[in-house]
């Protein structure tokens, strides 16, 4: 196999994940730059492999998007609104309700909840809304609010994050989403996103919950202004708090869409970097056990491909996603069951349905919803 790689300038790289050695910034830097996308990929799929065997996971699951209102406006969202801007919307408690609801006809295991930074809501307002799922479909796991709008909530709580975080899982609260780390170099926040939650902050938070037993995502956003350092330093920064902690389940890159964005004159991320950043992320990220390829950011056909480097999951049936289509994906509102199965298996994978916790259902998953 090492004559795969005797003209690389990656054969060094290779040579140590052989012989179980982790991958440092230098390593990473060399990757990052490389343009020699087959040999990364030849890497990322042999660690995937290893890891999860021929397995591609997919969750039957509903995302409600609560409200775009948020005091944050961040340079890279769509989706975001004032209170009295066009377009801007909250959504009542009947109407969330109704729409959690709907797991019951779809089958989902999940709900994954998330929204904007409401400069009004109480503190009460996120309590009755797990709490409220959580009783009427104590069967589905909640997966809600990053650690962005924990860290808000402690806020206007007047608690800790520790605090705030054991109310919502006495509520019902099941796991937190990797959403809102962005890219933690102080240097783009605060050309990007000056009023957000600092990147120690999200980490910090993360630190907090995986401490009272809840598991998490991890994210980061590229495909902007990011520069090889940004995207490393990001890498090791959650590859440190997992060896810390072991609560994150998956990493997942999520490429920027600059449409209706103010930084919209910027291009989409090519297919080449979209996969990069997914290999870079299972290369590195030795002690994350997944790497989920979000299909509404990436597209259809290149989640398919990414499932050849270093990807493991490609999310699920998503329903009524609303933040992404914001900024333009031009991917479907969901994708059903039958659709998921049928990628993943011309892709030469094994399709498992998985819950919220990396736990396999056993139903037929040829019912498509």
């Not at 990322?44 to 997919?58: G, I, L």
């Not at 009542?92 to 295991?109: N, P």
């Amino acid at each position: 196999m090492e004559k795969l790689f005797a003209d690389s300038e990656l054969a060094d790289i290779f040579a140590k994940l052989q012989n179980g050695e982790r991958l440092n910034f230098d390593d990473g830097i060399k990757l990052y730059n490389s343009y020699d996308i087959n040999h990364i990929g030849f890497m990322a799929n042999t660690v995937r492999e290893q890891k999860n065997n021929n397995n591609a996971y997919y969750i039957i699951n509903r995302h409600i998007n609560y409200s775009n209102i948020c005091k944050n406006r961040c340079k890279f969202c769509a989706f975001s609104r004032d209170k009295d801007e066009d377009g801007s919307y909250v959504m009542d408690m009947e109407e969330i309700m109704q729409r959690a609801s709907l797991v019951l006809k779809d089958g989902s295991t999940e709900l994954h909840i998330v929204g904007g930074l409401h400069p009004d809501f109480k503190f009460d307002y996120y309590i009755k809304m797990i709490g409220e799922i959580h009783s009427r479909f104590p069967h589905v796991h909640i997966q809600a609010f990053t650690a962005v709008e924990i860290a808000h909530l402690a806020e206007i709580a007047g608690m800790s994050v520790h605090d705030t975080l054991m109310e919502l899982k006495n509520a019902g609260l099941g796991s937190l989403p990797g959403g809102g780390a962005e890219v933690f170099s102080p240097r783009l926040r605060e050309k990007l996103c000056p009023e957000k939650l600092s990147g120690e902050g999200w980490l910090n938070v993360m630190r907090e919950a995986h401490n009272i037993g809840f598991k998490s995502n991890a994210t980061m956003l590229y495909g902007h202004i990011e520069a090889a350092e940004d995207v490393i330093n990001h890498l090791l920064a959650l590859r440190n708090l997992q060896d810390e902690t072991n609560g994150f389940l998956s990493f997942i890159p999520l490429a920027f869409h600059p449409k209706n964005t103010e930084l919209s004159e910027l291009s989409r991320t090519t297919g080449f970097y979209d996969l990069k950043m997914l290999a870079l992320g299972r290369l590195m990220l030795d002690n994350f056990p997944h790497i989920k390829a979000f299909w509404i950011m990436l597209g259809i056909k290149l989640a398919q491909v990414s499932l050849s480097f270093g990807v493991d999951d490609i999310d699920g049936t998503v329903s009524e996603e609303k933040i992404t289509h914001s900024a333009g994906a031009d991917t479907p509102e969901s994708l059903s069951v039958a659709e998921l199965v049928n990628l993943i298996k011309e892709a030469g994978r094994v399709p498992v349905e998985r819950d919220t916790l990396y736990e396999t259902q056993n139903r037929n998953s040829t019912v498509a919803v």
